[in-house]
Every structure is written in C-alpha cells, then in structure tokens.
C-alpha cells in the first residue's frame, strides 16, 4: 500500500497521560499535513511541514501538542497532559508539492479517546 | 472570518436517484475549491479540484459547478448507489504564496437506502 499511514488507529488514554501518533506520508511527498476532526465537523488545519522545517501552526495547537519531523519523512504528533476535550479524529495528509493547488492525501487517522 | 457552508446538512435519497449538494465560502483570496468524500471512520478522498477559471469538473458520476463570483459551488451526484453513502466535504484552498491552510466545511451527510 502507498497511500498514507497512520498509528495507531485507535487510541484509549486516560486524562492527564500524553499520547504520541505517527504518520507516514506518501514517499518522496515532502509536504506533511496535520488536521483534527471532531465528530460532525470538518477537519481543522493544526500544522504542516515542508521537508523538516514545521512552516505554520494553528492556533489550535497549545503548548501541550508538539509535532516533529525529522528526517522529512514520517511525522510524529504528541499530545501531553490530554484532556477530554482532545478527543477527536487526528488526520495526517501529504502533498507532492506545496500551494493550495496541489493534492493532498489522507491517512486514515487515528481515533483519541480521553476518559 | 474564512467560512465554508454547506447544505443540506444530510441528506436521504433512493438508491438510482441523483442529488445536489451546496456549498457557499467566504475565503478570500481564493485559489481553488475542492470536494472530499468522506467514508465514517476513514480519511477524506478527493473527488475534484477546481481553480478560480474553471466552473464544472467531472469525476465519473460526480460533476462539481464553481461560481466564483457568487462563491458558489455545487456537487451532482448522478445514479446514486449504495457505496455514495458518505459525508461530502466542500474545502477551499486560500490564494496568495506561502499560504497553504485550507478551510473545511461541516459536510453534508449523505445517505443512499434501497
């Protein structure tokens, strides 16, 4: 399969555990995306990068989420101290090339529930 | 604000009959518009991609209207069957360089019965 891959699929933490997800993009995709979904609603835009170089942050993204991409290949979002109001669907697309024009292409996500 | 809208909310046809979904934006500037499907549970899958200069594109039996100087867009679904059974996401890509936040809308849940 050469699409995107995420991991884990599903996540169950407790509040207050950090958690940590990863992404593999499409090879040779140097664009990497980072969107949340909540449940009825269209996925927000959290961070993206470019190769390694994190180019933009939303401002949904506190001090407890840190996104990291070291070798401009797979990607790796963690969360800290979660909250109940992190579950959501984490989302992780890539693109061949940067500029709204250009495809991207989604995982399948991963699933975060907070008890 | 950037918003996209879309309408209905959801959306129940008989398997074969076709359907038009709606999607209103305020993005500006504009670049490009895009329409997802978006299996529960699953990532979103592109279905079309349409820059300011162009007002249809066709995927099979899906065919996506623009009209960018109503910040309109459309989506017709054409003999539905089962497997359309799915959210339907309007996305809008911002213009200007360096800018690559795209704006999702809430999506239209659609539902194909027999």
């Known amino acids: 399969d050469t699409g995107v891959s995420q991991d884990p699929r599903h996540k169950i933490t407790k509040r207050g555990q950090n958690v940590t997800f990863r992404c593999d993009p499409i090879?040779?995709?140097?664009?990497l995306y980072w969107y949340r979904q909540t449940l009825g609603q269209g996925p927000e835009f959290l961070t993206y990068?470019?190769?390694?170089?994190?180019?933009?942050k939303s401002r949904l993204l506190s001090d407890r989420f840190s996104a990291e991409r070291p070798k401009g290949s797979f990607s790796t979002l963690e969360i800290q101290r979660t909250e109940q109001g992190d579950s959501a669907m984490y989302l992780c697309?890539?693109?061949?090339?940067?500029?709204?024009?250009?495809?991207?292409?989604f995982g399948p996500g991963t699933r975060l529930t907070v008890t | 604000k950037n918003q996209v809208e879309q309408s209905p909310q959801s959306l129940i046809i008989l398997e074969g009959k076709n359907c038009t979904l709606q999607?209103?934006?305020?993005?500006?500037?504009?670049?490009?518009l895009r329409w997802y499907k978006q299996d529960t549970g699953r990532g979103p899958v592109s279905l079309t991609i349409?820059?300011?200069?162009?007002n249809t594109k066709s995927n099979g039996r899906y065919t996506a209207t623009l009209d960018a100087d109503t910040k309109q867009s459309s989506l017709h679904i054409t003999a539905s069957q089962l497997s359309d059974s799915a959210s339907y996401i309007c996305?809008?890509?911002?213009?200007?360089?360096?800018?690559?936040?795209?704006?999702f809308g809430t999506g239209t849940r659609l539902t194909i019965i027999p």
């Open positions: 349409m820059t300011f200069s162009e």
């Open positions: 990068f470019q190769n390694e170089a994190q180019l933009e």
């Open positions: 697309a890539s693109s061949a090339r940067g500029g709204a024009s250009y495809e991207q292409y």
């Open positions: 996305v809008v890509g911002p213009g200007g360089f360096g800018n690559e936040k795209l704006t």
């Open positions: 090879s040779e995709h140097n664009r």
């Open positions: 999607c209103n934006y305020t993005v500006s500037p504009f670049s490009n």
